[in-house]
Nanobody, 120 residues
């Protein structure tokens, strides 16, 4: 009933910027939160940034000062603005949302991921 579609990844150089988008569609009533995770090869999945239903944002210490998260509520879209990219940021980035769907069920949904590669 709910789909998440990430976009905006790509190959960039050190110091470049990217903006990732995650568009949610389906029978959505409300969001508890929307979150960006990432997973590098051979590494555990890592929480990168989160925005809550009340608009509170949190970012991981590793990306503070470089990344920010924002929402476009009218379009059910969350963005991850990534600046000053480093090779350590290379990973597959996944969008996650805790959603109350219109039929009345809470669910934890994931997108398919978008690859970000920062060359060194």
């Amino acid at each position: 009933q709910v789909q998440l579609e990430e976009s905006g990844g790509g190959l960039v150089q050190i110091g470049d910027s990217l903006r990732l988008s995650c568009a949610a569609s389906g029978n959505i009533f409300s969001f508890k939160h929307m979150t960006w995770y990432r997973q590098a090869p051979g590494k555990q999945r890592e929480l990168v940034a989160r925005v809550s239903s009340g608009g509170t944002t949190n970012v991981a210490d590793s990306v503070k000062g470089r990344f920010s998260i924002s929402r476009d509520n009218a379009n059910n879209t969350v963005y991850l603005q990534m600046n000053s990219l480093k090779p350590e940021d290379t990973a597959v980035y996944y969008c996650n949302a805790m959603v109350l769907s219109i039929p009345g069920s809470w669910g934890d949904y994931w997108g398919q991921g978008t690859q970000v590669t920062v060359s060194s």
